[in-house]
C-alpha cells in the first residue's frame, strides 16, 4: 500500500497547501521570461493545468495496468509504478531551481500515470496474494492506504511542517519517499500465485 493507493492519496490532497505558492512562482516565472506580468486568466488556465493533468495521467496510467500486469506480473508492474513517481518528484522538486512552470505539470502528469497503475495493480496484487479467509480483509487497504495518503499530504501542508513558501518544492517531492520504500522493500515479496498459474503456466511456483 505504501507504494500502491498510498501514492494516489498523498497527490490528490499535497497539491491544497501550496496553490498560492504555485501561482505565485508562476507569475514570477513569466514576468521574468517575457517582461510583463501575466493576467488572472492566464495564471487561472496554467494552475488549472497543474490541477487536472493529474486526472488525465491518471487515465493513462489506468489503461496501462492491466497490460503491464499481464506482461509483466503483479510484482513487476508494481515496481514500474515507481518509475513516474521518482520522474514527478524529480520534474516538481527541482521546478523552481530551474525557473520552469512547465516541470510541475509534467511532474503532476507523470504522478498521475504513477497513481493510476499503483491504485489498480495494488488492489489486483494483494487480492490475488491473499488467503481466502482474508481476502477481504486485505483487499480494503487499498481503501486504508488511500486515506493515510490523503491524511499524510494534509499532514505535510501544514505551515509548521512543508506549507511554506521556501519548501513548497520540497512538499511536491515527497511521493518520491514511498516510492523509494517500495523499490527497497517489493523485490522481497512473492509474486501473485494467480499470475504464475494462469499467465506464467507455473503450477508449481503458484503453488
Given at each position: ?6 501514492q ?10 501550496p ?14 521570461r517575457y517582461?510583463s ?13 497543474v ?23 503483479r ?9 513516474p ?22 511532474g503532476?502528469?507523470?504522478s ?32 486504508t ?30 511521493n518520491a519517499?514511498?516510492?523509494?520504500v ?20 507455473d503450477k508449481?511456483?503458484?503453488?
Open positions: 500500500g505504501i507504494g500502491g493507493a498510498f494516489y492519496g498523498l497527490q490528490v490532497s499535497i497539491i491544497n497547501s496553490a498560492e505558492y504555485i501561482k505565485s512562482f508562476i507569475r514570477e516565472t513569466w514576468l521574468k517582461g506580468s501575466p493576467s488572472e486568466e492566464i495564471i487561472t488556465l496554467v494552475w488549472s493545468f490541477v487536472s493533468i493529474y486526472s488525465i495521467g491518471g487515465l493513462l496510467g489506468s489503461l496501462s495496468a492491466g497490460y503491464l500486469s499481464v506482461r509483466f506480473g510484482k513487476k508492474a508494481m515496481l514500474f509504478t515507481n518509475i513517481a521518482l520522474l514527478s518528484a524529480t520534474l516538481m522538486g527541482l521546478s523552481r531551481l530551474c525557473g520552469s512552470f512547465e516541470m510541475i505539470i509534467a503532476r502528469l507523470f498521475g500515470v504513477c497513481g493510476g497503475l499503483a491504485l489498480n495493480i495494488h488492489l489486483m496484487y494483494v487480492g490475488e496474494c491473499a488467503p481466502r479467509k482474508l481476502r477481504g480483509l486485505i483487499a480494503i487497504t487499498a481503501s492506504a488511500t486515506a493515510i495518503g490523503k491524511f499524510v499530504g494534509f499532514a505535510l501542508g501544514l505551515r509548521e511542517v512543508l506549507g511554506v513558501d521556501a519548501l513548497w518544492p520540497i512538499l511536491m517531492a515527497v519517499l514511498p516510492a523509494l517500495q523499490l527497497l522493500t517489493l523485490p522481497f515479496f512473492p509474486d501473485s500465485p494467480r499470475y504464475l498459474l494462469i499467465d506464467k503456466k508449481e511456483g503458484c503453488i
